[in-house]
């Protein structure tokens, strides 16, 4: 040791206990503990700051610190704020001479960490030289998770039918200067917190947040930085970069400050949240976790050593193996208990349903218990029902209570809309939550969660200007990103100055969010199309950091019009009369001979159900308010003109226009009855690629 550095504190240490994973404030001093089953000699390392290449370091060899599969020990004098890692010594699976295991004694962060400290120089892949490896890795930190007072927050809990979902990304959508934020805010927890007023005048009733768990922005192509966050590296820690405050506590807190503003408001937070795969990639990939600690409990590994990749990021979560099982419920707790989240939506759900070989299991047991877990019986659970290695669970994950992406709603929507044959039968069936899908289950609309665009692919406007992806930026000579976008420029490949094209373009952008709010099931509109954000045809943006990827502040007329489009449907159908369950039979044959929803075409009462049809009428009721809805999509290229229907039961009863897409700003949306009356038998045109929708008190 140099003369010129301290000697190492004394400790008072006991043998702890592993009743609580991770790091524990008791009352005199911090118990840790840990799951490394294999390990002979493990170390605590504690350092005095980030950049600390000298920490002090206990070791624990004695089966005093150890019970069965974890290690563990308590240290007095010590508190929050305290700054650890550890480092596997020596392992029952390795010979000392064995030179395959590149995980031993790499310091590692604590699984069950509530934070990651990053020293200036962090180093994603460590050094060899000790002292270097101590000053450029990231540490834990002791967290006392009871300092914060939560005041008087309520959550919002809306049933699902009165759900609208915004996802978000909580940098990108105050980042960009136009948001006329302090610099010092602008792409954070507190810049998200000054613009909630934004999201409360739209309609909004949730946010769903991109992966917020702390990710490493260095996993990306060389030159580039993860901006989507599904990097993870810490289950249980706030992502520092998102915090003004770089405090110790300032993440935790400045996040339960924004969580708090938006029930204050009325919104509630959805997480993304990845439990598939992390950060530490394959073999070729960065030790920091979990491989240290036991990989082929926390990966799947095959029989050759090789880690199977089913989430295309290099490695796959063992999520049914107990000890990853434990850690995934132990996190959604912690989110639901100590930051009060109230839903998740979990990224590649389907590799929850993979065994410890990679083989899917037809009832998961991890889906089943986060289904049954009484600490989440009031939050919702949303599920991307497909994954990287070809599984496709749409209608089949375990469990009642879990919603899904409905993946078929977006494609059939983005289909029938640009125009294609053969479509009309699948999309009428997404417009009615898709029970050809969810019957087996016999379960409510809002199973399906609607939506034509999110994160990953084409912005709704791009869906209208691109027929192929542009995504020569990411690096990837444009080999990535999703090749079937079932988009249209109609015309000419990009945005363009012609008024005609762009109100052709404007009108189909129209559709799709008129039909994403409008259809049963729960919508979800991603943050951005509401004012036509634009990607210019990136459809793979996760590592592009920056204005393309940023929501902009500034808007002209073209995208006020379609904010002002957004909204009034929002507020209609969430505050007025329109999102409440129909009066009619969830399965569609029964739907067809059911009054109480009729199928129309050009005349009443003869829908054209060809495959060359792209037109269809729709004639609900809406029992609660004793409402009718007459809706007519023709997405045929050539104007209709069509013949209205009479009112059921109430034939001398008027239609009053609601919407018509075809229209410019005020005219597009209608007040109820104060337009023009529609009478049964009246003919009227309904423009090429436009959607037009007429309601009547029956009363």
């Known amino acids: 040791m140099s003369p010129m550095q301290p000697e190492p504190k004394k400790y008072v240490i ?7 994973l991770g790091a524990t404030i008791e009352k005199d001093g911090v118990n840790f503990a840990v799951w490394c089953p294999d390990a002979k000699k493990i170390e605590l390392l504690l350092f005095k700051f980030p950049e600390d290449d000298n920490p002090d370091i206990i070791t624990l060899s004695s089966l005093i610190y150890r019970s069965t599969y974890y290690w563990h020990v308590k240290v007095r004098g010590i508190g929050a704020g305290q700054l650890y890692a550890w480092r596997i010594r020596s392992c029952h699976r390795f010979g000392k001479n064995d030179q395959t295991n590149v995980t031993l004694n790499k310091v590692l962060l604590d699984p069950y960490g509530k934070r990651v400290v990053f020293p200036k120089d962090y180093q994603r892949f460590q050094s060899d030289d000790e002292c270097t490896c101590f000053r450029t890795c990231a540490k834990s930190a002791v967290i006392n ?46 810049g998200l917190i000054e613009k909630i007023p934004y999201l409360v005048d739209l309609g909004i009733t949730a946010v769903e947040l991109l992966p917020v768990y702390q990710f490493d922005t260095q996993d990306a192509m060389p030159g580039k930085s993860n901006y989507w966050g599904y990097s993870p590296m810490a289950f249980f820690a706030p992502h520092e970069n998102y915090s003004s405050d770089k405090s110790l506590m300032g993440p935790i807190n400045e996040f339960r ?10 919104i509630e937070v959805i997480l993304d949240v990845v439990y598939n ?121 375990s469990g009642t209570k879990w919603r899904e992406w409905n993946g078929q709603f ?129 459809n793979n943006a996760y590592c592009q950091d920056g204005p393309l990827s940023y929501f902009k502040w500034d808007h002209n007329d073209m995208q006020k019009e379609m904010y002002a489009f957004t909204k009034k449907i929002i507020n209609a159908n969430f505050k007025g009369r329109l999102r409440r369950k129909p009066h009619f039979e969830r399965r569609l044959e029964n739907i067809l001979r059911n009054a109480r929803l009729q199928w129309h075409g050009v005349k009443p009462f003869q829908p054209d159900w060809s495959n060359t049809s792209h037109s269809i009428g729709m004639l609900v009721f809406y029992a609660e308010h004793d409402l009718y809805a007459y809706t007519f999509i023709n997405c045929y290229w050539e104007d209709l003109t069509i013949e209205i229907p009479p009112v059921p039961n109430h034939i001398h009863h008027s239609w009053y226009r609601f919407i018509d897409t075809s ?27 436009s959607i037009v929708m007429f309601v009547c008190l029956s009363a």
């Open 410 to 538: 977006r494609d059939d929507v983005r289909s029938f809309i640009r125009g294609d044959n053969g479509k009309i039968k699948k999309f009428v069936q997404r417009l009615l939550g898709s029970p050809d899908i969810y019957n087996v289950r016999k379960v409510d609309p809002q199973k399906s969660i609607n939506f034509v665009t999110c994160h990953d692919g084409f912005t709704l406007w791009d869906l209208v200007c691109y027929s192929d992806k542009h995504n020569e930026a990411n690096g990837e000579d444009n080999r990535d990103g999703n090749n079937a976008n079932y988009s249209s420029n109609y015309g000419f490949e990009g945005e363009v100055d012609n008024d005609d094209l762009n109100a052709l373009r404007l009108r189909q952008a129209k559709n799709m969010m008129a039909l994403t709010l409008l259809s049963m099931g729960t919508p979800m509109i991603s943050m951005g199309d509401e004012v036509l954000r634009t990607q210019h045809g990136n």
């Open 145 to 190: 998770l009871d300092d914060y007072d939560w005041g008087m927050d309520i959550l919002p809990n809306h049933p699902l039918n009165r759900t609208m979902i915004y996802e978000m990304h909580v940098k990108g959508f105050t980042a960009d200067p136009s948001s006329a934020l302090d610099e010092s805010i602008r792409g954070t927890y507190k």
């Open 257 to 266: 400050d924004m969580v708090k503003a938006l029930h204050k408001n009325g």
């Open 277 to 397: 795969h992390t950060s530490e990639g394959d073999a070729n990939g960065p030790v920091y976790c979990f491989k240290g600690f036991d990989k082929k409990s926390y990966y799947i590994i095959d029989n050759n050593d090789n880690y199977q990749n089913f989430s295309g990021c290099g490695n796959t979560f063992n999520a049914n193996r107990p000890v990853v099982r434990n850690l995934i419920m132990d996190s959604l707790i912690f989110w639901r208990e100590k930051m009060h989240i109230d839903g998740f939506r979990f990224d590649l759900a389907s590799i929850l349903t993979r065994d410890r070989y990679g083989a899917p299991i037809s009832d998961s047991s991890t889906l089943l218990e986060i289904d049954t877990q009484r600490h989440l019986a009031d939050t919702k659970l949303i599920a991307e029902p497909w994954d990287a290695g070809g599984l496709y669970q749409l209608g089949a994950i």
């Open 14 to 20: 006991s043998a702890g206990h592993c009743r609580h």
């Open 663 to 689: 229209k410019g700003l005020n005219e597009d949306i209608c007040t109820f009855f104060i337009k023009k009356r529609y009478k049964a038998g009246d003919q009227i045109t309904v423009k090429a690629r």
